[in-house]
């Protein structure tokens, strides 16, 4: 019942999640139950690509969520999708065992390699999947919380904070580059095994995490959804409008605005441990400043403050970037920067906003149609 209240006015929403609904059923059963030599048969190459895809699609969700609806510029939330990202790289190292090149059962390839000899603190737990689970959203949410409550505090607000956030995300990079922080400097964290005592590789685990990613996509927009609508909501896109007048009402505008900048860093941790299994590695280029700048991209592409355009957005930017990047890679950050100007000066709504143009467009036409009608009956005798 509550997601009928929550999508009944939204037939953009519930039209995209449809279509994500069918894919979490077709995709996986095409992949399973058909034979390769059926034209209906899906690799599992393309269910990992869209599997990504879905995870990129939650990460451009929660963009929108404090852009879109809280007027919040965030250029460093590849920061809090690449944090999550590595609480599901840790566990996963951990997994391994003594399976590495090494052979130790202890530590990690990476440690043995550089002569650690025991596991930093910070790496404890995560050989349990509740504990990284737990860590996809602490640790995100911990860096939203401080970082959100000092620059909301002092009234950082428009282009000011967004040159912090992607401050903050280009300092991460640099920190985890370094080979002593523990995270496998330049290359990461990979070489990936099991995941639940299944192997990642395994079809049946690339289908199962292709389903979760859609679950959580689902998931993710109807609770971003039900804030949007609800009270919280209207004082959030009140904020958005007016601060000071919203502040002057009596409202913590700070106290708005720190909550949902904690959830949606969450919501974007939840995104990269998704991610990062699929694609079977993390590394601190997950942090770099251009991964943030493109999630924008994303959300003006698909229309902020809307929701599913961001869904749409994230699809369509990243399909159009796998093509340019398999034709033409050295094109692709020309056609990126083309698409934004355009979007900015011909679409401002996005494509969400050309499809109601169009439809409005179609509306204004048919009655002109049916007022041609009784004038042609009365001519016809």
């Known amino acids: 019942m509550l997601t009928q209240r929550l999508l009944l006015s939204d037939r953009g929403g519930m039209l995209v999640l449809g279509l994500v609904a069918l894919m979490a059923v077709i995709v996986p059963v095409c ?58 790289g840790m566990y996963l190292m951990r997994q391994i065992g003594d399976r590495g090149q090494y052979g130790n059962p202890d530590l990690p390839d990476f440690m043995v390699f550089l002569n650690w000899d025991s596991l930093p603190w910070y790496w404890l737990g995560f050989d349990m999947f509740w504990f990284a689970a737990l860590m996809v959203l602490i640790v995100p949410g911990l860096l939203a919380l401080v970082f959100g409550w000092l620059a909301f505090r002092s009234r950082v607000t428009g282009v000011y904070f967004a040159i912090i956030t992607q401050a903050l995300t280009y300092a991460l990079m640099l920190a985890f580059f370094r080979n002593e922080m523990g995270f496998g400097g330049n290359n990461g964290l990979t070489d990936f095994k099991d995941l639940l005592g299944h192997s990642v590789s395994a079809k049946g685990t690339r289908n199962s995490l292709f389903i979760a990613s859609a679950v959580m996509l689902i998931l993710g927009y109807l609770a971003c959804r039900y804030i949007v609508t609800s009270r919280m909501g209207r004082v959030i896109v009140s904020i958005r409008d007016a601060e000071s007048r919203t502040r002057f009402c009596g409202y913590k505008v700070e106290a708005y605005k720190l909550w949902l900048f904690v959830f949606s860093a969450m919501l974007a941790g939840v995104a990269g441990a998704l991610y990062v299994p699929q694609v079977g590695i993390i590394n601190p280029g997950e942090f770099s400043p251009l991964n943030s700048i493109e999630l924008v991209v994303w959300v003006a592409t698909g229309g902020r403050g809307t929701l599913y355009g961001a869904i749409i957005g994230a699809f369509s930017v990243n399909y159009a970037k796998t093509l340019f990047t398999t034709w033409s890679p050295e094109s692709w950050l020309f056609v990126l920067g083309a698409l934004f100007v355009i979007v900015t000066l011909i679409l401002p709504k996005g494509l969400v906003g050309l499809f109601d143009r169009l439809k409005r467009k179609g509306n204004k036409t048919e009655p002109q149609t049916d007022a041609r009608q009784p004038t042609e009956s009365k001519e016809a005798p």
């Open 31 to 88: 992949n399973m139950l058909v034979p390769e030599s059926s034209p209906f048969y899906i690799s599992t190459y393309l269910v990992t690509l869209i599997g990504k895809f879905l995870c990129f699609a939650l990460l451009a969700l929660s963009v929108d969520l404090i852009w879109g609806y809280a007027g919040i510029l965030s250029l460093g939330h590849g920061a809090f999708f690449a944090l999550g990202g590595y609480a599901m």
